[in-house]
Each structure stands twice: as structure tokens, then as C-alpha cells.
């Protein structure tokens, strides 16, 4: 067998949970993501400091435009987890596409701004306006239609949602008027207020309900072929956790390598990420149910949402004293 063909058979048998001899001994998880802000944060935070090594993992992260594109890689195998959007990615399991489990839940409520053109000042001027999401079904878009309807908006009829794609886009399509609205997150935030062509219409952290916005997702038959990866990968997360909440530096220096060079916004940044990021992200039912219930899916009556998570894997590593050991409780 040719040296291509031994490296391709070694990452399928590895995804099957079985490891040849000729094979890396540290497991290959491919990690896919979605968009810029925390999860892609959380994942160089992880990277930079070694920690996926640390816990014995090799991780490749894969980036995807949208949640909506994420569920389709993994759908087709080509990635093992997911590190992002859950809304996006649950929108594929309600609909009886995919097999899956959240198995962790790192932000639990919606922690992006709604921003909108100078023109707008309220929330009933944005009837008849266009509002940018990345794509249909992703977070963005699930996001997006949440809020309207809490402003007591139809977001079918009073408001024309347009598919733009990522933040960058999103960004573009605002400043040049080609939108009227959208979501936005904190990282991008400031230089886009900073042009003069928007305003913040809406903080989404205030908003009064528990949301399953960000975590981590897999297939429901890796819990059983490869649940100890699976706790590995969930201890790393963790652990990147911690290091946001306690090592601002490395926070900082990641996000001046995604553009934020004012120490201002830097600071605030981190100050929103180690607030919001949970040290003990298990999957609670209620943010869950919250996040199913706004998928808008005929599907999604009357699913519950325990049938979508596992808290077993997170349950036992609080349990074994790691989560407490790193926070010096013990």
C-alpha cells in the first residue's frame, strides 16, 4: 500500500475508533466551527497553549461559513465534533437528518449585538428592512428570528431576512447599505460602529432567557465508539475555559491577531468572554428547550430536549475532581 493510501486508511480507521500500528498514538479529531467570536476564540485559545496535546489529543479545527454547512460536513463524516453553533447544528437533529448529542454547552444565553443603520432608532423601524444572517437554519438566522419575534415582529412578513454569509459579509453588506440590519459580535463590533454607518439596537445578553447559543455537538454513536476521546476533547475545552477566565494575556494576544489592537476593546472583549463562558458547561434542558423551541421547525413541537443531549461525560469529569483541581477548590 502506497504512503498516501496507509495516511488516508489510518484517519478512516481512527474515525471508526480502532488505530493501526503504523498510526499516530495520539487520536485525529477533526473539530468543525462556524464563524468568528467565542467558539473560534475558545478553539486558538486552546491551540495556542498546547492544551489539545496536553490532554493527548492531535485536533484539526475546520472552518465553515455557516452552522447550516457545518451539520452537512458532519452529516458526511468528514468531522468528528462540533464547536459552535448549536441552535444551527440542532436544526439537523430535530429534523431527523442527523444522530446527534450536545454534550456540552459553553455559553448558555445569546451573547451577540443586534446592530442596525443610523436610520433606525427603534425597534419598529426596521419593519420593511432587510436583516443580513449568514445563512437559513444557522445561528445567525435562528438568532435573528428569536429577536424579532420578542420585539413582537413577524419575521416572515414584516421583515426581509437575506442570506449574506459570514461576519466579514455581514459587515460589508451593512456599510455599503446593501442591508439594514444584523447581528454582530463583540470582536467586530467596535470598528463597525467606529465607520459611522451603524448603531446598536440591542444588547442580546439582556434578554431575559436561558439559550443554548454555543458548545459542542457530536454524533450519538461516538459516545459509545470513542467516549474516551470524547472526555478528553470535553477536559481540553474545559481547560481553555479556565485559561480565558484566568490568563487575560493569551485572551489579549489572540485577539489582536483577529484585528482588535485598541487594549480598550481588547479588555472588554475578555472581560464579556470569562463572564459569559461557564466553568462547568453542561447541557442544562432548559436553554436546550429554549434553543429547539426557536427553530421554528414543524418538527421541533413537542420534542424534548433531553432526546439532543448527554450530560453523562461532563457529569463525570466534575465528578473526578478536574473542573475544581483547576480552579484550586480542591
Known amino acids: 500500500m ?8 489510518g484517519i478512516f480507521l481512527i474515525a471508526c475508533g480502532n488505530t493501526p500500528s503504523y498510526a499516530q498514538s495520539e487520536p485525529l ?5 462556524s464563524g468568528a467570536g ?62 446527534l448529542k450536545v454534550i456540552a454547552v459553553t455559553m448558555n444565553r445569546l451573547d451577540t449585538y443586534f446592530v442596525a ?17 449568514s445563512r437559513f437554519g444557522s445561528l445567525s438566522d435562528i438568532s435573528t428570528r428569536l429577536l424579532m ?7 416572515e ?58 458548545g459542542v455537538a457530536v454524533p450519538t454513536a461516538m459516545l459509545k465508539s470513542q467516549r474516551g476521546t470524547l472526555r478528553l476533547l470535553l477536559e481540553a475545552f474545559v481547560e481553555g475555559i479556565y485559561v480565558i477566565k484566568s490568563r487575560p494575556d493569551v485572551v489579549l494576544k489572540i ?31 432548559k436553554g436546550m428547550q429554549t434553543a429547539i423551541d426557536s427553530l421554528g421547525l414543524p418538527k421541533a413541537r413537542g420534542v424534548q430536549a433531553k432526546d439532543f443531549m448527554d450530560t453523562t461525560l461532563l457529569e463525570e469529569i466534575k465528578k473526578s475532581g478536574y473542573i475544581d483541581r483547576l480552579y484550586g477548590k480542591s
Open 2 to 9: 502506497s504512503r498516501k493510501g496507509k495516511t488516508l486508511l
Open 29 to 33: 479529531v477533526y473539530v468543525g466551527g
Open 38 to 99: 467565542i467558539s473560534s476564540t475558545l478553539s486558538k485559545v486552546i491551540r495556542d497553549t498546547g492544551t489539545w496535546k496536553k490532554h493527548g489529543l492531535d485536533v484539526r479545527n475546520v472552518y465553515f461559513t455557516s452552522g447550516a454547512l457545518l451539520g452537512r460536513a458532519m452529516l458526511g463524516g468528514d468531522i468528528a465534533a462540533t464547536n459552535g453553533d448549536i441552535p444551527g447544528i440542532l436544526s439537523m437533529g430535530v429534523s431527523g437528518v442527523l444522530d
Open 117 to 133: 443603520r443610523k436610520f433606525i432608532a427603534k425597534s419598529d423601524d426596521l419593519k420593511g428592512k432587510r436583516i443580513a444572517v
Open 149 to 155: 419575534r420578542f420585539w413582537k415582529l413577524d419575521p
Open 157 to 214: 412578513k414584516d421583515v426581509t431576512i437575506l442570506q449574506t454569509g459570514n461576519s466579514p459579509s455581514r459587515i460589508a453588506a451593512l456599510v455599503a447599505g446593501q442591508v439594514d440590519a444584523g447581528l454582530m459580535s463583540l470582536t467586530v463590533l467596535d470598528k463597525l460602529v467606529a465607520s459611522g454607518c451603524c448603531r446598536v439596537l440591542a444588547d442580546l445578553t439582556e434578554l431575559p432567557l436561558d439559550y443554548a447559543q454555543f
Open 255 to 285: 485577539l489582536r491577531e483577529e484585528g482588535i489592537e485598541d487594549p480598550r476593546v481588547g479588555k472588554t472583549v475578555h472581560e464579556r468572554l470569562a463572564k459569559n463562558l461557564r466553568e462547568y458547561p453542561v447541557p442544562e434542558s
